[in-house]
């Protein structure tokens, strides 16, 4: 799940970035001769990214490469920045460092980070209503409260997790 929550979001990152490039030029073109606003052509790619992925996980990716490229002047630019979010999404998404040991001053950035939603979300919500015991770290714990206690993924807040989640897709 942590694989496909960061690969997925880096892979159409990368994939966006060109394609927006390449159509930003006739966007100003159409824009400057009066055929239609900018707004018309934000929404109409969000309209599209919304009918061409199922998953947030993707969208995550697809919205930062347009955002990138509103940003930045060129592809280039847009494609060096996009590597500084990949780490701070990969850092901070609450599975190479779990959620508990992030440092007090960086939970923020963990709030923050689209792929730590994610990642809660997927997880909490597979596995996080089991109650097997499992042997790990020399002690026995059922599979809940090992999510609980090591990464800090609650199944009682997955409300809380699509609360945030959904409506990102509206405002973007």
């Not at 930003?24 to 055929?35: L, S």
């Not at 919304?50 to 998953?55: R, V």
């Not at 998404?93 to 959620?99: E, H, M, N, Q, V």
């Not at 919500?125 to 002690?139: A, M, R, T, V």
């Amino acid at each position: 799940m942590y694989a496909t929550v960061i690969f997925l979001g880096i892979n159409n990152c990368s994939a966006v970035i060109q394609y927006v490039t390449t159509e930003q030029t006739a966007m100003y073109r159409e824009h400057f001769a009066g055929m239609y606003s900018s707004w018309a052509y934000s929404l109409a790619q969000v309209q599209y990214s919304l009918e061409q992925t199922e998953f947030i996980v993707d969208l995550k990716g697809i919205y930062l490469g347009m955002l990138l490229v509103s940003l930045t002047p060129n592809a280039m630019l847009a494609t060096i920045l996009s590597s500084a979010f990949y780490t701070i999404f990969n850092l901070f998404a609450g599975f190479l460092i779990p959620k508990p040991q992030i440092p007090k001053w960086w939970t923020w950035l963990y709030y923050l980070t689209p792929t730590s939603w994610s990642l809660n979300g997927l997880v909490a919500s597979q596995y996080g209503d089991i109650n097997k015991e499992i042997l790990l770290f020399g002690e026995t714990k059922a599979v809940f409260a090992f999510l609980e206690d090591y990464f800090g993924f609650h199944h009682d807040q997955l409300a809380l997790v699509a609360g945030v989640l959904l409506p990102c897709l509206h405002i973007l």
